[in-house]
């Protein structure tokens, strides 16, 4: 293997983090690229597309798509996913599946590795999320644990929330990159459409404190995104949240409208600082009956076959 930072010229390529729901995929990418890009929540299975992430680098560009949780597929939104992070899993340079330190190794876990076990031309990264809330012996444990579930290229412990051994777990993706040119401008952190960002951002804030009431059945739509006329320090924003049914709705908007308002306030203040400016959002709560289901809706809501 290349050491790191050491390669001769330039290496470019993508990678992607694999993990049970929650194990701190969009945290650690976040912690790499260095903004926020991908949503992260304490909800699991809210990151619903392959965001991309990029990494700039002297000499490397690290292009980081965020896979949904690989999770065995439930409805036609689950099965949907599964393709898209199987397809994931065979387009990409570098995996790096990630294992939390301060859970035992679980059925979820081994069954993702086993489904690793089956991609065999691409290497995988055993990342060891989350050092910061295990004691050292633990983490050291968990290495050895995470060994015996499968042939890694590496095994690195990291911790995404004091900045622990990121770095590293960059260099050890790197190293598996092909050589090449930059495949994004240096700008660029993310190449997924602002309005698709908004919405996540929207819809992370209706899901704060509701989680138990609404697994995962909202949708956000933005309808429409532009500069106010006549005036360039203001975005107006026009979007609708989608449920799938009246009781859901009524949680959503709360008291009198309390709680709806609370979102608008939280997701605007995200939106405001993803776009560097003011905002004016205008959101709306439709019911939309078992849109996870129905293949015609998931398509008008941006879930493409």
């Not at 598996?176 to 660029?188: A, I, K, N, T």
């Amino acid at each position: 293997m290349m050491g790191s930072g050491v390669s001769e010229g330039y290496r470019a390529g993508f990678a992607c983090f694999i993990g049970r729901p929650n194990v701190g995929k969009s945290t650690l990418m976040n912690a790499l690229v260095g903004t926020k890009v991908a949503i992260t929540s304490s909800r699991p299975q809210t990151t619903r597309r392959a965001i991309r992430g990029i990494v700039h680098r002297p000499d490397a560009q690290l292009v980081v798509v965020d896979t949904p949780g690989l999770h065995k597929p439930r409805t036609l939104l689950g099965e949907r996913l599964d393709s898209l992070v199987r397809s994931t899993l065979t387009e990409v340079d570098a995996i790096g599946f990630c294992v939390p330190a301060d859970q035992p190794v679980g059925p979820g876990d081994r069954y993702i590795a086993r489904e690793l076990a089956g991609v065999k031309k691409t290497p995988v990264v055993a990342i060891v999320t989350k050092a910061d809330l295990a004691p050292p012996e633990r983490v050291a444990e968990q290495l050895l644990a995470v060994g015996e579930l499968g042939e890694f290229a590496d095994i690195v412990p990291c911790s995404a929330e004091t900045g622990f051994q990121v770095g590293l777990v960059g260099d050890l993706l790197i190293s598996h990159l092909p050589d090449g040119v930059p495949l994004y401008p240096e700008g660029d952190l993310t190449d997924e459409p602002e309005q698709l960002l908004v919405a996540e951002l929207i819809r992370e804030a209706a899901l704060e404190g509701v989680r138990d009431e609404l697994p995962h059945s909202i949708a956000v739509v933005v309808d429409e995104m532009g500069p106010r006329e006549g005036r360039d320090d203001l975005v107006d924003i026009y979007a609708h949240l989608f449920v799938e049914r009246p009781s859901q709705k009524g949680i959503i908007i709360g008291h009198k409208g309390a709680r709806l308002r609370e979102v608008g306030a939280a997701a605007r203040r995200q939106i405001e600082a993803l776009l560097g400016g003011k905002v004016f959002l205008d959101l709306r709560v439709s019911v939309l009956k078992d849109w996870q289901r129905d293949p015609k809706q998931l398509r008008r809501l941006g879930f493409y076959d």
